[in-house]
């Protein structure tokens, strides 16, 4: 079994900045892609930012050129540096990861969520 779990939420006033972790726990193969996803209330989850195992990286256009995405293999944890927050950042940002259990596995984990509130 597999966990993810976030830290790093909170409350920041706009212009500031949060940095969101996010560490992998349990017994796995191999994690490939890691990603941060958000909701907030009355939407869609949507897509954040993505990193795959070797280090590509993609981003949604609302936080390019703002926030981060990384990570640190040998800690199985992603970050999401966030920068220039903005109100409508305000969501709960979750943490993905497609994780392989055995060779040719690939399943999605989900965190449980880090509430990020940006104050105007």
């Known amino acids: 079994q597999v966990q993810l779990v976030e830290s790093g939420g909170g409350l920041v006033q706009a212009g500031g900045s949060l940095r969101l972790s996010c560490a992998a726990s349990?017994?796995?193969?191999?994690?490939?892609?890691m990603g941060w996803y958000r909701q907030a209330p009355g939407k869609q989850r949507e897509l954040v930012a993505t990193i795959t195992s070797g280090g590509s990286k993609n981003y949604a256009d609302p936080v390019k050129d703002r926030f981060t995405i990384s990570r640190d293999n040998a800690k199985n944890t992603v970050y999401l540096q966030m920068n220039s927050l903005r109100p409508e950042d305000t969501a709960v940002y979750y943490c993905?990861?497609?994780?392989?259990?055995?060779?040719?596995?690939?399943?999605?984990?989900w965190g449980q969520g880090t509430q990020v509130t940006v104050s105007s």
């Open positions: 993905n990861a497609q994780v392989a259990l055995y060779y040719r596995d690939n399943r999605l984990y």
């Open positions: 349990g017994s796995f193969f191999s994690i490939n892609a």
